[in-house]
């Protein structure tokens, strides 16, 4: 089970932070990542976490702005998001699959998604 939450109405450069909490004792054994869509767009990788070796790659777009991290003893992974921008605006998704040593931050590489919060950014 993936749940997450945290979205709301921003006013650009403002902050927000999202939660996604998994099902207890499962998140030392899965892959995490954010996942965000836009309107008219596909859904993008923001953040991908590799369990295997502690990895974490960002959007190219994200890269100092946002920062992952987790919480074991709660089972959550948190997504800190800074200086928000107007096109950050979309439906945050929070994905998990079970570890493997390699793992591309692409949508079809995770079985189970959350229900997604919305992210908006105001100009």
């Known amino acids: 089970q993936v749940v997450e939450s945290g979205g709301g109405l921003v006013q650009s450069g403002g902050s927000l932070r999202l939660t996604c909490v998994v099902s207890?004792?499962?998140?030392?054994?899965?892959?995490i990542a954010w996942f965000r869509q836009a309107p008219g767009k596909e859904r993008e990788g923001v953040s991908c976490i590799s369990t295997n070796d502690g990895s974490v790659h960002y959007a190219d777009s994200v890269k100092g702005r946002f920062t992952v991290f987790k919480d074991k003893a709660k089972d959550t992974v948190y997504l800190q998001m800074n200086d928000l921008k107007p096109e950050d605006t979309g439906i945050y998704y929070c994905?998990?699959?079970?570890?493997?040593?390699?793992?591309?931050?692409?949508?079809?590489?995770?079985?189970?998604w959350g229900q997604g919060t919305q992210v908006t950014v105001s100009s």
């Open positions: 207890k004792g499962t998140l030392p054994y899965y892959d």
């Open positions: 994905a998990a699959d079970r570890i493997v040593a390699y793992r591309r931050c692409v949508p079809a590489e995770y079985d189970y």
